[in-house]
């Protein structure tokens, strides 16, 4: 995996940094520096200091909350949200910004909102190299939370379309403990778990390069 010296990862909700693309980081952080935007808290007050422990655990540098609440990320703050991630672009100068694909993954509109946000500030930061959404392989979780609380789970993509893969065997262990660092979303983390156990320990995304 090609090193980055700064790098920038941006979700809605405490545990998507490991529930997604936790063994990325880990490797990422192994490289250079990794920092954490998390726009909104959670729905516990708990979920803040679980963050910052799987983030330790992760080797992630910085963790930083913007206080939106859960599942308030719609059209009349999108302008607001980005106006905040840019400002830290700015201060900070990350090579890379790291979040959902478009359709964020579980379809949870929060992931949906951030990913479109990220997108923007992406486009309007010419000095970021790179954009990568994290992505899943098509119906690999689709079952796993099917009649749970997500009104439609998009299938997914198909291997061919991602265009990066990152071997995430060497850091699973260290996933597994972060995500175990979630203790009130232990159900989805063990469930997760479940999951990805047989399953080559793999990441996959969908780069997009400045032009």
Same mark, same amino acid.
């Given at each position: 995996?090609?090193?980055?010296?700064?790098?920038?990862?941006?979700?809605?909700?405490?545990?998507?940094?490991?529930?997604?693309? !936790?063994?990325?980081?880990?490797?990422?952080?192994?490289?250079?520096?990794? @920092?954490?935007?998390?726009?909104?808290? !959670?729905?516990?007050? /708990? /979920?803040?200091?679980?963050?910052?422990?799987?983030?330790?655990?992760?080797? =992630? @540098?910085?963790?930083?909350? $913007?206080?939106?609440?859960?599942?308030?990320?719609?059209?009349?703050?999108?302008?607001?949200?980005?106006?905040?991630? &840019?400002?830290?672009?700015?201060?900070?100068?990350?090579?890379?910004?790291?979040?959902?694909?478009?359709? !964020?993954?579980?379809?949870?509109?929060?992931?949906?909102?951030?990913?479109?946000? &990220?997108?923007?500030?992406? /486009?309007?930061?010419?000095?970021? @190299?790179? $954009?990568?959404?994290?992505?899943?392989?098509?119906? *690999?979780?689709?079952?796993?939370?099917?009649?749970?609380?997500?009104?439609?789970?998009?299938?997914?993509?198909?291997?061919?379309?991602?265009?990066?893969?990152?071997?995430? &065997?060497?850091?699973?262990?260290?996933? =597994? @403990?972060?995500?175990?660092?979630?203790?009130?979303? *232990?159900?989805?983390?063990?469930?997760?778990?479940?999951? *990805?156990?047989? $399953?080559?320990? *793999?990441?996959?995304? $969908?780069?997009?390069?400045?032009?």
């Amino acid at each position: 995996m090609k090193e980055f010296k700064r790098v920038l990862a941006v979700f809605a909700h405490p545990d998507d940094e490991v529930f997604g693309p !936790g063994g990325t980081l880990a490797l990422m952080a192994q490289q250079g520096e990794v @920092k954490i935007i998390c726009v909104t808290d !959670g729905v516990d007050t /708990r /979920r803040r200091e679980e963050l910052r422990t799987s983030a330790k655990i992760l080797s =992630v @540098k910085e963790v930083v909350f $913007l206080d939106y609440a859960d599942g308030s990320l719609n059209h009349a703050v999108y302008h607001q949200v980005a106006k905040e991630i &840019t400002e830290y672009v700015k201060q900070w100068q990350p090579e890379v910004l790291l979040t959902f694909e478009p359709r !964020g993954i579980s379809g949870h509109l929060d992931h949906i909102a951030v990913a479109m946000i &990220t997108a923007y500030v992406f /486009r309007e930061n010419k000095q970021i @190299k790179e $954009l990568w959404y994290f992505a899943e392989l098509e119906y *690999r979780f689709e079952r796993a939370f099917k009649n749970k609380y997500f009104i439609y789970f998009p299938p997914g993509y198909r291997k061919e379309e991602m265009n990066k893969v990152v071997d995430t &065997t060497s850091v699973y262990a260290t996933q =597994v @403990k972060a995500m175990m660092a979630h203790e009130t979303q *232990r159900k989805d983390a063990l469930q997760i778990m479940a999951q *990805r156990t047989l $399953l080559p320990k *793999r990441e996959y995304f $969908l780069v997009k390069k400045r032009k």
